[in-house]
Each structure stands twice: as C-alpha cells, then as structure tokens.
C-alpha cells in the first residue's frame, strides 16, 4: 500500500443514511465523488456497518443491502485486516489513549500506512493530532450514476441518528 492512502471507517459508509442532511449530502458526495478512485476499508469497520444495520428491521434492510452491494462492486474499496505493525502503532501512540480501543487499532492502522482517516465519528473528529479529516457540505447534492441512483433512494429507508460513543465504542 502507497502513502497518502485515503481510509474510511463503518461512520462514513453509514454516514449516507445520516438523518443530519448536511451529513449525508457531504458523505453522499464524497462517495459519488470517488466512484472511480480506491479507498480502504478495515474488515472490522465492514462489521461494525452490518452489526448496525442488523439493528433494523428486515424491511429496511431489504431496502438497504442493494445499494450497498451494488456501491461495494462498483467501487474499488479494498478492504484489509490489521498487520503486526498496525497493532503497535496503536499501542505506541500516546494521541490515542483514551480512545475506544476499535478507535485506537483503526486510527493506528491509518497512522501506521501514512494514510488519512475520512470519518464522520464526533470522537475522532475532535480530536488533534490524528490523521482524521471531516468532509465539506457540497452546493448541491450529487447523483450516483446509473442505477446507483435509485438504489440509494430506496436505501435512505435506513436512517442514522449519530455517531457518538454508544455506536463506535
């Protein structure tokens, strides 16, 4: 993996379906935005996206899953598991004490491959020093090409209060 790797947390996936409309318009535009670029993903943020959406009922998940799946085939998102130098970083970062130890491997982890962290997580957002970034609210709202578009209509019947510390932790 190359330096300058632009990672997302399970915050910004869900963060489309944030019930904030700035929210889900910045994140929604980051996604269309990217549809031809690569990020990176970690395996247990691809858990933490599913453990939430099993939360709601199997309608809304229905309405849900085929944008995802559609957006996790048509864009490159790579999706990788922790190294044993992943694992140190997070254990050797000073700035991440504190934290929800979910927190500290995946900020470690972006840390440790020089990357950038896009999230829409409170936590990590008011913290200093981190290799996290927020997203600009765009003008106007993107379409997705095709027939994202109409998928991620129907997967706006899943709907996302916040993601404060009861959700990441």
Known sequence: MSRAETFIDGTAFMAMHSSDEAVRRSFKAFFAGRLSDRVVLNLEQVGWCDNLVWQYSRQVQDAYYPFMDNLH???RIDRIGYSEE??????????LTGLP????LLVGQVANRGGTLV???PELLA?????VTALPLPAVEPVFPGL?????QDSLALRVASFGPQETS
Request: net charge negative; aromatic share 4%; with cysteine.
């Open 73 to 75: 085939t048509d864009m």
């Open 127 to 131: 913290c200093t020093g981190l290799p």
């Open 148 to 152: 994202l578009e109409p998928l991620y």
């Open 119 to 121: 999230t829409a997580d």
């Open 101 to 104: 130890l979910i927190k500290r």
């Open 86 to 95: 992943d694992l140190a970083a997070a254990a050797a970062d000073p700035a």
